[in-house]
C-alpha cells in the first residue's frame, strides 16, 4: 500500500505536480485476496489536490500538486483531510505549509447506468447500428439482384461540396431545400447540398443509377432512406479517390494538412498538462521549431479562409446559371428570404446530428473521468455539458464565458456557423445590390481589425511573449476578432467566380507572387521568434496577422487553380488525401476525445521527450481518423443523402 502511494518523486524544480503513486497497483492487490499476501480489508485509492507552501529558500511560490493515496477503503475523506495535516507537522524553524484543496474519494463514484445521456446515447446508437445493418443488407441485396458487385450496372456518383473548377456541367439549384454543392451527378444534374465549410463536412451523396433508368426513382422514398445507412455506398462514397474536373482538389490537401497540424496543438497543451517535466514546456518554446505549435492557431484560420471561399463562389456560380424565382416562385424579399431560411435550415442540420452525438459522448466519457482517472479533468464538462448544451445547439458558446464552455474546441463551429449567417446574407444581397454588399464587406472586415488591435491593447497582449492562449476568452475565440480570414476567403471565391479560374500571370508575376506568398507564410509562423514587439505594434499585429495568413492562402488557391500552382498543387490535390479531406469535420469533432483518453486512463504523469511527443502525435491523428471514419459512416454520410431525399424538389420528380 504504502509503494501503491506517492510521494515526493525527483524533478520538483523540473515542473513534476504529481505524486501520483500507483492506481493500478492498489487494485491490483484487492484482487489477490485469496492469497496470504492480500491485505485484510478492502482498498481505495484517493486522490488529492494540495497546496504546499515549503520555506522561502528551498521554494518562494506555492505549489499545487495531486497527491495519490492507497488506503483503506472505510476511510472517508475527513480521515484523509487529518492524515495529511498530520504528515504536515514540522518541528523545524521554517515548517512547510499544506493547504488540502480537494479530496477525491472512491465512495464518490459514477454510474454510468444511473445517467440519462448515456441512454439517450445507447438508444440512438442501436436505432444507427441497426439502420446501417438494415441498409446495408438491402444494398446488397440489389447489387447481387442485377448480379454485379461493383459498380457495372450500378453506378455511384459521388458529388463533393467543392468549387467547381473548369468545364463543368450545367448546374441547377434547388432552392427548394435551399441546398447547394458544387459538383453534379449526370443522371438529374440536381443540386441538394449546402454550401458547406472549411472542415470539409462529407457534403456528399451516392446516385444510384442503372444503365436503362434511374433505380432511385423507382425504389422509392422509403427504401432510398434505407440506403443512406448503407456502409458500402458511404464506404465509397469517402473513399473514392476521384474528384470531379469541375472542383478545386487543392481544397482537400489545405484541409488535411491543417486538420493534422489542429491534431498536433491539441496533443502538446494536453501533454504538456499531464508531464512530470512540465518546465520542458518553457525549454523547447525557446526553439525556433517550436514556432510550428505555437502559431499552431493559423491552422483555424485556414478553416476559416476555405470556409468564406466556398460559400462565395459557389453561390455566385449557382446564381448566375438559374433564375431562383423560378425555382422559389417568388420574387424580391421574399426570394431572399426563403434562400436565407433554406440555407440555414440545411447547414444546421447538416452539422449538428454529428456534433450532438460527439457532445453527449464527451458529457458521458469526462462525467466519467471526473470521478475514475487519477488526474483532473483538462476542463469541466461534466459541468458546463448538462447544464449548457443548448449554447452549443445553437451555435453561441463563444458569446458566453469561456468557463462555461462546453466541447472547448467547439468554438469554431460556433464562430463559424455565425460567420456563415452573415455571409449568406451578404451574398445573397450582393445579387441585387452588388456594391452596398461590397462596401458592407469591407466595412466588416476593417471593424474586426480595429476591434482587435482594441482589445490586444487594452489588455496589453504581446503575441511575441504572451501564451498564444493567453485571452481566450477575449480575443482567441470571440467571432468579431477571427472574422478576417472569413471575409478574405469570400472575396477569393468571388474573384474565381469572375475570373471563371482563368488568369494569366507572366512569370515574373507568379515568380514574384510565391516568393511573397511563401515569406510572408515563414514570417507569420517564424517571424516572433526572440522578438519583443512594443504596445502598438503587438495590438497591430494581433489585428492583422490572421487576415494576413487568410491572403497569403489567397495566393495559393488562385495559382493552383489558374495553372501556376506546379508542385504545390500536386502535393495539395494528391488523391490520397481526398478520404481525409472528406471526414474532417467529424476528425475535429473526435480529436479531442481520443486525446483525453489517453491522458485521463494513465495512473503517472508520462515524461516528455520530441522522439515521445512525435510517436504519440501520430498515433492520435491514426486513432482519431479511424474515429471519424466510423462517425462519419454512421451519422455524417447518412444525414447527407437523407436531406437529398428529403428536398422537395427530388419529392416532386418522384411523384
Not at 246 to 256: A, E, F, V
Not at 274 to 288: G, L, P, Q, W
Amino acid at each position: 500500500m504504502a509503494d501503491a502511494s506517492g510521494r515526493y518523486v525527483p524533478s520538483f524544480f523540473w515542473g513534476n505536480s504529481y505524486w501520483t503513486g500507483s492506481e493500478s497497483l492498489c487494485y491490483h492487490l484487492n484482487s489477490n485476496a485469496s492469497k496470504l499476501e492480500a491485505p485484510p480489508f478492502k482498498l481505495g485509492f484517493y486522490t488529492v489536490r494540495l497546496q504546499i507552501a515549503l520555506p522561502q529558500y528551498i521554494s518562494p511560490n506555492d505549489r499545487r500538486f495531486l497527491l495519490g493515496l492507497c488506503l483503506p477503503f472505510s476511510c472517508n475523506k475527513q480521515d484523509v483531510r487529518q492524515l495529511l495535516q498530520l504528515s504536515a507537522r514540522d518541528e523545524e524553524p521554517e515548517p512547510r505549509s499544506i493547504q488540502i484543496l480537494k479530496v477525491r474519494s472512491p465512495h464518490n463514484s459514477y454510474i454510468m447506468w444511473h445517467d440519462r445521456t448515456f441512454w439517450i446515447l445507447f438508444a440512438v446508437s442501436v436505432l444507427v447500428l441497426s439502420l446501417m445493418a438494415l441498409g446495408t443488407g438491402y444494398d446488397i441485396y440489389l447489387v447481387h439482384q442485377s448480379r454485379h458487385f461493383f459498380n457495372e450496372n450500378y453506378t455511384y456518383e459521388i458529388t463533393r461540396a467543392s468549387p467547381p473548377h473548369l468545364g463543368e456541367r450545367p448546374m441547377k439549384l434547388d432552392v427548394g431545400s435551399f441546398t447547394q454543392s458544387a459538383t453534379l451527378s449526370s443522371s438529374d444534374g440536381v443540386i441538394n447540398h449546402g454550401l458547406e465549410g472549411s472542415l470539409g463536412t462529407l457534403n456528399e451523396s451516392i446516385h444510384t443509377t442503372s444503365n436503362d433508368s434511374d433505380t432511385s426513382e423507382n425504389l422509392g422514398l422509403v427504401a432510398e432512406m434505407v440506403l443512406a445507412f448503407s456502409v458500402r455506398r458511404n464506404v465509397l462514397t469517402i473513399c473514392d479517390q476521384c474528384v470531379g474536373s469541375d472542383t478545386i482538389p487543392t481544397i482537400h490537401g489545405l484541409r488535411s494538412i491543417s486538420m493534422g497540424w489542429v491534431i498536433l496543438g491539441h496533443t502538446c497543451l494536453v501533454a504538456f498538462k499531464y508531464s512530470d517535466n512540465m518546465e520542458y514546456r518553457s525549454v523547447v518554446e525557446k526553439e525556433f521549431l517550436f514556432q510550428t505549435i505555437n502559431n499552431g492557431a493559423y491552422s483555424v484560420d485556414t478553416f476559416f479562409f476555405i470556409s468564406g471561399l466556398l460559400v462565395s463562389f459557389l453561390y455566385f456560380r449557382t446564381v448566375s446559371k438559374i433564375d431562383i424565382t423560378q425555382v422559389t416562385r417568388s420574387t424580391g424579399f421574399q426570394n431572399s428570404a426563403l434562400q436565407y431560411v433554406g440555407l440555414m435550415a440545411y447547414r444546421y442540420g447538416r452539422l449538428t446530428v454529428p456534433y450532438l452525438f460527439v457532445l453527449g459522448v464527451v458529457e458521458v466519457t469526462m462525467k466519467w473521468f471526473y470521478y475514475n482517472s487519477v488526474f483532473e479533468p483538462p476542463t469541466a464538462d461534466h459541468v458546463s455539458c448538462p447544464s449548457y448544451w443548448w449554447r452549443n445547439a445553437l451555435y453561441i458558446n463563444t458569446l458566453f464565458p469561456v468557463q462555461d464552455m462546453c466541447m472547448l474546441w467547439s468554438w469554431y463551429l460556433a464562430d463559424d456557423t455565425q460567420f456563415y449567417v452573415l455571409g449568406c446574407a451578404l451574398l445573397i444581397l450582393a445579387v441585387s445590390y452588388f456594391r452596398v454588399a461590397a462596401v458592407l464587406t469591407i466595412i466588416f472586415l476593417i471593424s474586426s481589425w480595429f476591434t482587435t488591435a482594441f482589445i490586444a491593447y487594452n489588455n496589453r497582449h504581446n503575441p511575441s511573449v504572451d501564451d498564444p492562449l493567453a485571452l481566450f476568452d477575449k480575443i482567441y475565440d470571440k467571432p468579431w476578432t477571427r472574422l478576417g480570414p472569413y471575409l478574405v476567403g469570400m472575396i477569393v471565391g468571388w474573384i474565381l467566380y469572375k475570373t471563371d479560374c482563368k488568369l494569366k500571370m507572366s512569370k515574373v508575376a507568379v515568380a514574384l507572387g510565391w516568393m511573397l506568398c511563401i515569406g510572408c507564410l515563414t514570417a507569420l509562423v517564424y517571424g516572433l521568434y526572440d522578438t519583443h514587439l512594443d504596445r502598438i505594434p503587438a495590438a497591430a499585429y494581433s489585428s492583422l496577422s490572421h487576415t494576413a495568413w487568410a491572403i497569403c492562402l489567397s495566393w495559393i488557391v488562385i495559382a493552383c487553380s489558374t495553372g501556376y500552382g506546379g508542385y504545390v498543387n500536386k502535393l495539395l490535390s494528391a488523391s490520397f488525401l481526398y478520404p481525409f479531406s472528406r471526414v474532417t469535420y467529424c476528425a475535429y469533432l473526435v480529436h479531442p476525445i481520443m486525446i483525453r483518453i489517453m491522458a485521463m486512463r494513465m495512473d503517472s504523469p508520462m515524461h516528455l521527450s520530441l522522439e515521445i511527443m512525435t510517436i504519440i502525435f501520430f498515433g492520435q491523428v491514426v486513432a482519431s481518423y479511424i474515429l471519424s471514419f466510423v462517425v462519419s459512416l454512421a451519422f455524417e454520410a447518412p444525414v447527407v443523402s437523407l436531406l437529398k431525399i428529403v428536398a422537395p424538389e427530388r419529392r416532386k420528380k418522384s411523384q
